[in-house]
């Protein structure tokens, strides 16, 4: 994927008060439990998403956040305020839905005006930042028309207008791309970080795309079962996943399953089988597993090197053997299914050169890739 | 398009549904030009052309009075049928509470009893509270009637608007009653006029309960008629027959354009 | 068991949508449920020790049973004339275009708001023996002696029927339009002609409404009263017209009050059956809107 450059991110320096913490935040709905304790931090200017499957709790605190619902446990701060049990028409935050919600009652720029309309602000003052927010969002002459004659784009960018033209704490996007095709999409996600950019907003945006996650996010919650599985940018998520969920979810990684063995020197092994690789020590460290835990090396696709089956396999690097199995044309890649001897199947991209050979169905081959490429995990499945 | 169930022989079909227009429609286009004869007597065809069965209907006090109490009436039972039926089904569709569905079906309830059972039982009742025979006791009868109409027109608005919209304006700073009449009410509007419509026409063309909470005093059209239609029979009950039947079709055509102009959801 | 801490504003806003549903019920409990249940008590003080005899002189009395017998006669007989007009008619209204269909419902919704009495009364006009179908047939020589086409039960049903079709069809034409023409694409499909897949496919199917229809229409006439009063004979009277007779003439309370109490028990006893197999709002509800 080849995105333009994005705008410079805007976040406040850690030091400054943060426009939204969550604690502990809990939601119960009689047996079942929906969030279940959740930490959060964002610092003003931040664009934060939470990410995660359907039923993982991440709407739910987005609700929780907007007011909707009122938290079983926990505490809500924006701006330093304690909004936990404060009614949703009094928090200062804007919310873009994500069948949009437009007033069908009402034109376009009526709907941006109405919250204007709820505060008060005087009759010229709303029509100058009606104006300017239409204009924010490039519908200028589309202020009359009603949102049953505006596409499915517009209206969401009408909606974003009417989130943002009374300046709001913080910004709260559910899912808002989910109902467009994928082209608009792509230009949406796009839009939205340009006009949060130059608002200098907060914004938490809920999605269950990682790679509309990874392309608008500074920061990444992954939530799974009601919490927080790992919080970081797309690169820590990426690089240096903390759990074998938060590895499955984004990005594509291989997962070779085995046995921990932890030596003196702080790295270990992976044990299956005949198989034995490599663990660095940093990777290590960073698993914290124990001797004898139930692991799983994760090593992303385009890391590993395809060599002949009886080629050597040069020192700082682990190894596996297995055989072809298909072979897909990707444009500027070359995509791998491969079975190991074990059955297990894996998967390996390698970018198109002249120099490199291309293999085809049946070669038997080993697959080669940096020690330190390797991150290690628990296997709750052990 | 059903073309592969039974192409029917098409004729055959045409026939049937004109038959059955027809026999539905019958009554109504028998009545319409009897109630403009010269004749004093009721016959089809009509002889002449006449409205002096129409001027019957204004100048004699009977039918007159008749006409004004049952106006009174019909607009009296729209107007409490539907603030009372609005405000219930925004709790049957909004709330929570347990023994909601108890409240629908009681709501349902005067849909299912036989009106002559109701009757008698509002006669009994309201005679003892001194309020049969008069424009009260009649007001409050035919609202319990009407309520159903308007508790289920009123819903369904409810019901098939989107929730997110609600959401949407208290995000926006609108305290629940500003978010009640900027948003929801004007969305309803619709369903809240067809259930208004709807209760007007009920009241007007009721009769049963009408026999018996009105007394010669205080009639309402519909019982005037049915006094009528057992001994005499002179056309102006033709023209006041013609009069019922044109007021409710109005007040139905209004209700289809009102629908049109719904800003849907 | 999990303790949920409530939240003060969901709380709240349970509480505040349940005091709107208040006034409506009120009403309805005073002015409504209150008549009926103390006629219904009415029926067993009324004479003051009266307990079940006015119950057990009911069954009593041949002319009762009569009209009892004539009730659900009349009802049974009104529901299968408006099946077999009803049901090509709705099956009508799903096969021909959209702007037809509109006009077939119309035709329906018309009448169907209509005033009864002014419909019972066109009904009592044309019927007579000097009204528009016997003045028509004399005229044209058919016949010497006009027919007796009033107050015999053949009338009333043909009156009762033009009143309750609409409760027919509605129901019906609800259900039918929402069958998938995909099965009957399917049905041809797999070898199906035109008449078999309409009988093994699109019947079955429609039987749902055919059922919220017929019970619509067989409950509701059990309670007329009108109709049956302008164009019934004497031998045709139902329950209703005796217990209108028994306050009016009689000035029999208790009497009128257990016949009425019979009644609705019969009534509510047929609705229990049937809401085994449909669902009862739908029934209703599909008569009250629109």
Redesign the interface.
């Known amino acids: 994927m080849t995105a333009p450059a994005s705008p410079p991110a805007v976040a406040a320096p850690p030091g400054e008060r943060p426009a939204l913490v969550v604690r502990g935040l809990r939601k119960s709905f009689g047996d079942a439990t929906a969030v279940d304790g959740v930490d959060l931090e964002v610092r003003r200017g931040e664009f934060v998403t939470l990410l995660g499957p359907s039923g993982s709790g991440k709407t739910t605190t987005l609700r929780m956040v907007a007011g909707f619902m009122a938290p079983s446990g926990g505490s809500i701060e924006i701006d330093g305020s304690d909004m936990t049990r404060v009614p949703p028409y009094r928090r200062d935050v804007g919310m873009v839905f994500q069948n949009y919600a437009l007033f069908p009652h009402m034109t376009a720029a009526q709907n941006i005006a109405f919250p204007l309309q709820m505060r008060r602000t005087a009759r010229p003052e709303i029509t100058r930042r009606v104006a300017d927010a239409l204009a924010l969002v490039k519908l200028e002459k589309f202020g009359d028309r009603y949102p049953r004659q505006l596409s499915g784009g517009q209206q969401q960018r009408i909606a974003l207008a009417r989130a943002v033209v009374f300046e709001p704490q913080l910004l709260l996007m559910d899912e808002p791309l989910g109902a467009l095709d994928r082209k608009l999409r792509e230009a949406l996600q796009l839009e939205i970080l340009h006009v949060s950019r130059q608002l200098r907003a907060t914004v938490l945006y809920v999605t269950h795309d990682q790679e509309e996650a990874l392309v608008m996010s500074d920061r990444i919650a992954i939530f799974s079962a009601g919490r927080i599985e790992q919080l970081g940018s797309g690169e820590d998520l990426y690089d240096r996943p903390v759990s074998l969920f938060v590895a499955d979810f984004i990005g594509e990684s291989n997962i070779l399953r085995g046995r921990y063995e932890g030596d003196d020197s702080g790295a270990g092994w992976v044990a299956r089988g005949a198989w034995r690789w490599r663990v660095g020590p940093a990777a290590a460290q960073r698993s914290a597993l124990a001797t004898g835990a139930a692991a799983a090396l994760v090593v992303r696709p385009e890391r590993i090197r395809i060599v002949a089956g009886d080629a050597g396999v040069p020192g700082g690097a682990n190894a596996v053997e297995a055989t072809v199995a298909d072979a897909l044309y990707l444009g500027s890649d070359r995509k791998y299914g491969l079975t190991l001897s074990d059955g297990q199947r894996a998967a390996v991209r390698e970018q198109r050169d002249e120099g490199r050979r291309q293999w085809e169905i049946g070669d038997a081959v080993r697959l080669i890739w940096s020690i330190d490429d390797g991150v290690l995990v628990a296997d709750p499945a052990g | 398009m059903t073309e592969s169930w039974r192409q029917p022989r098409r004729l055959l079909m045409a026939a049937l549904g004109a038959l059955t227009v027809f026999y539905l429609l019958a009554p109504t286009l028998v009545i319409i030009p009897m109630s403009f004869t010269e004749a004093s007597i009721m016959s089809f065809p009509p002889e002449g052309f006449s409205l002096q069965w129409y001027e019957r209907m204004f100048t004699d006090r009977q039918w007159s009075s008749g006409m004004v109490n049952s106006l009174e009436v019909a607009v009296l039972t729209a107007i409490l049928a539907t603030v009372l039926g609005t405000l219930a089904a925004l709790g049957l569709t909004r709330g929570r509470f347990p023994g909601r569905n108890i409240v629908n079906a009681i709501a349902l309830t005067p849909l299912i009893v036989p009106v002559v059972i109701i009757a008698i039982g509002m006669f009994s009742l309201f005679v003892q509270w001194r309020i049969s025979g008069s424009l009260l006791g009649l007001v409050l009868a035919h609202t319990a009637l009407a309520l159903p109409f308007v508790i289920v027109n009123v819903g369904t608005s409810l019901r098939t608007m989107d929730r997110n919209l609600e959401l949407a304006a208290a995000n926006l700073g609108a305290d629940p009653r500003r978010s009640f009449m900027r948003i929801t009410l004007p969305i309803i509007l619709p369903g809240v006029l067809a259930g208004a419509i709807f209760s007007f026409i009920t009241s007007w063309d009721e009769v049963v309960v009408a026999i018996f909470l009105t007394t010669a005093r205080f009639r309402t059209l519909p019982v005037e008629m049915w006094e009528q239609v057992r001994q005499v029979v002179d056309p102006t009950v033709a023209a006041v027959s013609t009069t019922l039947l044109v007021v409710t079709t109005v007040l139905l055509l209004l209700l289809l354009v009102v629908r049109r102009q719904a800003p849907a959801r | 068991m ?1 303790i ?7 709380g709240l806003a ?12 009120v ?3 005073v ?6 249940v ?2 219904s008590i ?1 029926s067993i003080t009324d004479p003051p020790d009266a307990g079940l005899s006015n119950y057990t002189e009911f069954f009593g009395q041949d002319a009762n049973l009569r009209a009892l017998r004539n009730t659900f006669w009349i009802a049974f007989l009104s529901t299968l004339t408006c099946l077999l ?1 009803g049901y ?2 709705a099956y ?1 209204m ?2 021909v275009p959209g702007r037809v269909a509109g006009l ?1 419902l119309i ?5 169907f ?7 019972t ?6 019927l007579r023996d000097t ?2 179908i016997n ?1 028509f047939l004399l005229d044209l020589g058919l016949i010497s002696e006009p027919l007796t086409l009033i107050r015999t039960t053949g009338g009333v049903i043909i009156g009762m029927s ?1 009143i309750l ?1 609409p409760f027919m069809v509605l129901p019906m034409y609800a259900v039918m339009r929402r069958i998938d ?1 995909e099965f ?2 399917a ?2 499909n797999l070898g199906a002609t ?2 078999s ?2 009988l093994r ?2 019947v079955p199917l429609s039987l749902p409404g055919v059922l919220a229809g017929c019970l619509l229409v067989f ?1 509701l006439a ?5 109709t049956p009063a ?1 164009l019934g004979g004497l031998r045709d009277q139902m329950i ?1 017209q005796l ?2 007779d028994e ?1 009016q003439q009689a000035l029999d ?1 208790g009497s ?2 257990a016949m ?1 109490v019979l ?2 028990a019969v ?2 006893a047929f ?1 229990f059956v049937a809401s085994r197999f449909v669902h ?2 739908d029934v ?2 599909s ?4």
């Open positions: 999990k949920e801490r409530p939240g003060r504003l969901r349970r509480d505040r949508w349940a005091v709107l549903v208040l006034p409506a019920l009403f309805l409990v002015f409504f449920l209150a008549p009926l103390t006629m009415r007009v090509p008619y009508l799903t096969i077939l035709g329906v919704l018309l009448p708001w209509s005033s009864l009495l002014v419909r009364f066109a009904w009592q006009v044309i009204g528009v003045t033009h079709l023409p009957g694409r049905a041809a035109p008449s897949a309409f496919v699109f409950v059990l309670g007329f009263y009108i302008l209703s217990i209108v306050i309370w009128a009050s009425a009644l609705m009534t509510f609705l009862l709002r209703f509800g008569a009250v809107e629109e």
